[in-house]
């Protein structure tokens, strides 16, 4: 079956952390941490919808004003997440910038913007062009069931970790996987078309068995504009959504790896830091980051499918091969 869900580390293993994810069949892309994304072509970051940051150590946020740049003079929405403080960083970000004519615009740029504190309470303010991003208090609320953002599709829910302060770590899961059988949908006489999408929303959203599913105009043999869902069922089958961790910048610490291991408990892949090879685990505890041995005891103790390292410090530029295999070691248990 073809995943929604389909993650790219933007700078691979040794740049800076960001995490873009693809949606399929929809047009807009979700990002894990925001930093160095030149490499993304403009048209990828403008589609852009979710931002969801660690914390605002420069190679976790340089990317902002890429996204800024590239964005502005678009009508656009962008929801930004990130750990206690980020409203006010946010904030400092666009007022570094004279925004002139900015009444003159034809199209709104708006960030709206959530922090996160240890208690899992919110503050959300937005920040719009038209307003040359001034404040506007949205309100304060509690997080439930650590579940930042949910649509019908894809839900992404949070981790308070420790690293030099405050760090989130991230799950990223698809509500279900809904497989289309064309050989069924052939049997019926339907064709195949966009209405697909409508068919898997419904689905997905739980509607009843008379929810009336729109054919378009591909359907005109068919003899009917639309069909009851119910009559739709046997031709798709539904499984359980992928689920995508990410986790960067943690000290390995037993509150920490506790955290870790309820967010991303059997995740289909798990992008996570390993920041220092297991012999220098000593220099790791000291910069509060993980090693390749914790990161592949993660893996293995969240029963996760896959793991995917990534932040590996410059110091093993050329062992590359070296770091990866001690993160599977782990991972396999052969220690």
Not at 10 to 23: H, I, K, Q, S, W
Not at 110 to 122: H, L, P, V
Not at 271 to 294: G, Q
Request: aromatic residues 10%.
């Amino acid at each position: 079956m073809r995943p929604l869900l389909h993650p790219v580390l933007v700078n691979g293993r040794f740049g800076d952390p960001a995490l873009y994810v693809e949606t399929l069949f929809e047009r807009y892309a979700i990002l894990f941490d925001l930093g160095d994304i030149g490499s993304l072509p403009a048209r990828k970051v403008q589609r852009i919808e979710y931002v969801f940051v660690s914390h605002a150590h420069i190679d976790h946020f340089f990317g902002f004003d890429r996204l800024l740049r590239l964005l502005v003079g678009r009508e656009k929405t962008i929801q930004l997440y990130g750990p206690d403080g980020f409203v006010d960083r946010v904030y400092h970000k666009l007022q570094g910038y004279h925004w002139d004519l900015f009444d003159r615009y034809a199209c709104d740029l708006i960030f709206t913007t959530t922090e996160i504190d240890a208690s899992y309470n919110t503050n959300t303010v937005r920040f719009r062009l038209k307003n040359s991003f001034a404040r506007e208090e949205i309100g304060c609320d509690q997080l439930r069931g650590r579940i930042l953002h949910r649509n019908s599709a894809w839900w992404v829910s949070t981790a308070m970790l420790q690293h030099h302060g405050p760090c989130l770590g991230f799950a990223l899961e698809e509500a279900a996987h809904i497989n289309i059988w064309k050989n069924r949908l052939d049997d019926m006489g339907l064709p195949v078309g966009p209405w697909l999408r409508s068919l898997k929303r419904a689905v997905i959203d739980k509607q009843p068995d008379d929810y009336p599913i729109a054919l378009g105009p591909a359907s005109s043999n068919v003899h009917r504009d639309e069909i009851p869902l119910g009559e739709l069922r046997d031709v798709l089958t539904v499984t359980p959504g992928q689920k995508i961790g990410y986790i960067t910048d943690a000290a390995d610490t037993p509150q920490n790896r506790d955290a870790i291991l309820r967010l991303v408990r059997d995740a289909d892949i798990l992008f996570i830091e390993a920041a220092f090879a297991a012999a220098d685990a000593d220099l790791a505890a000291k910069r509060a980051h993980l090693t390749t041995a914790a990161a592949g005891d993660l893996g293995r103790e969240a029963r996760v499918r896959r793991v995917e390292p990534l932040h590996f410090s410059p110091r093993y530029e050329k062992r590359e091969e070296q770091m990866l295999a001690e993160v599977m070691t782990f991972f396999l248990g052969h220690k």
